[in-house]
């Protein structure tokens, strides 16, 4: 199965996880660039608020989904919410995602992120995945193995 694993990180957190599980899966991995700016304590109040208000960004990325079997998405959670660089995402490529996984990291309050994510999909993704920064190796390696049940029992 052809897999792709796609994610935005401001902090490097949910990028830690994305290139484990890339790398456990032999999957191809692309980032997704937000061209606003989250530095600082702006960017950071400018985040929440995005989130907050469900709004998109201008984003960058190279790969086209619609190459792969199985595209994996990963995502902080900014006020409970998707990032916008992740729903900008999942918007532009609806129609070439043919399949679907989610994962949020978070602080420990994952709001409505995940469900958010499937409804701008507008299709139940195979597994949908909330780690918690503190168990984050636990948290990688249970995503890990879920992904590869599903894999090994999907045509
Ligand atoms: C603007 C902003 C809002 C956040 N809101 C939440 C939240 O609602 N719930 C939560 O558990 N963590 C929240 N966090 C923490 C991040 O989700 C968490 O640290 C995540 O793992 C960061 O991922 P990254 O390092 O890939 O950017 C927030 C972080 C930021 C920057």
């Given at each position: 199965m052809?897999?792709?694993?796609?994610?935005?990180?401001?902090?490097?957190?949910?990028?830690?996880?994305?290139?484990?599980?890339a790398k456990a899966l032999n999957a191809d991995i692309d980032e997704v660039i937000d061209k606003k700016s989250r530095k600082g304590i702006l960017g950071f109040l400018?985040?929440?608020?995005?989130?907050?208000?469900?709004?998109?960004?201008?984003?960058?990325?190279?790969?086209?989904?619609?190459?792969?079997?199985?595209?994996i998405i990963g995502t902080p959670v900014w006020n409970g919410r998707?990032?916008?660089?992740?729903?900008?995402?999942?918007?532009?490529?609806r129609e070439r995602i043919k399949r679907a996984a989610f994962f949020s990291t978070c602080a420990g309050r994952p709001g409505k992120c995940l469900g958010q994510m499937e409804e701008i999909l507008g299709?139940?993704?195979?597994?949908?995945?909330?780690l918690v920064r503190k168990r984050l190796d636990e948290g990688t390696e249970e995503l890990v193995n879920e992904l590869k049940t599903l894999m090994g029992s999907t045509p």
């Open positions: 052809k897999t792709l694993v796609v994610f935005y990180s401001r902090s490097g957190t949910t990028k830690r996880v994305a290139l484990d599980v400018r985040a929440g608020y995005d989130a907050t208000r469900g709004k998109t960004t201008e984003i960058e990325f190279e790969k086209d989904p619609s190459d792969y079997d199985l595209v998707v990032t916008p660089a992740i729903r900008t995402y999942l918007l532009r490529n299709q139940e993704p195979l597994l949908k995945k909330v």
